[in-house]
């Protein structure tokens, strides 16, 4: 755990002393990007990697949130630091009454339906042009208070505020899930994960503790979509599309389901092979689509799942080995 603790440690103190070395604009924007991303993930894993539900209406509570910061700074004239915790209540009941709906169906048919509603919220994003801009979407979202000041009392620019901006968020992020994981709710979710009979059987409500999944889940959509946002300073319904939503699900997957790390691997990972390979253009998908076979047939459990697989049997190995020289001794 400590070795643990001292690696996030380390992993922070690099990100953060990155745009003190006054990378490229482009490098900047790719982790802005990456760390943008993985929140999104994290929230999905929290369903999908301990709860073991699927959703698939993530990228619309994504985009919920940034519509919604969108809007209040646009047309309602709210600072960024009030619009933004509105966007995460917002999502947060908006998932709410979802799970309301959706946790009394299971399965397939759970993602099928939550795949339905994230089209309706393309839908409605789409079509109300008199709230969100439609087809022609949302323009001039403006970066928050105070962001370009602090970013020049560092004697760097604008990007570089954005880049700490999503630094901190991503950090925020990892801890309330991390705290969560270890905490009586999420040892729950991963009882329910393995099996909902047996966990009413130890006295979980089970619907309940579900609702308060989803909940935390569409809320980190939201706390990420406020951020994506201000930006890119332009929002079109593209962001809430079924395509993002399993972009987000890749992510998790290559990372590894039901661990902390895994969103933010998956994602850095991927997202960071799609823009090498820009180029390529199409041609890119002949090199993911064999990567993905690989990593299904050896690694089903994701990168970290692999590293943790390889790590159990290692311990293993070393316990057999000193046992028998105990043996050996005796």
Known sequence: MKRLSWGWAALLVVAALLPLLRPSGYLLDIGV????????AYGMNVLLGYTGQLPLAHAGFFAIGAYTVGILT????????LAWPAAVLLCAALGLLLGLVAFRTRGDVFAIFTL??????????????????GNEGLNGVNPPAGLEAFAQALGLKLSAGFYYLALVSLVLTVVAV??????????????????????????INVYAHKLRAMMFSTAIAGFAGGVYAVYIGFLGSAAASPAQTFTILLYLLVGGLGTLAGPLLGTALMYGLTQA??????????IFGPLLVVLVMFAPQGLVGLWLRERARRAVRAQGRAQAQEVNRA
């Open 33 to 40: 990007n990456i760390m943008i991303f993985a929140m999104v």
């Open 74 to 81: 646009l047309k309602a004239g709210w600072s960024f630091w």
């Open 116 to 133: 339905g509603v994230g089209v309706i919220i393309m839908l409605v994003i789409n079509k109300w042009d008199s709230l969100t801009g």
């Open 178 to 203: 991390a705290r969560a994981r270890g905490s009586t709710f999420g040892l729950s979710l991963i009882a329910i994960r393995g099996g909902e009979d047996l966990a009413r059987s130890a006295g």
């Open 277 to 286: 390979l820009q180029g390529l253009e199409d041609y890119r998908f002949l």
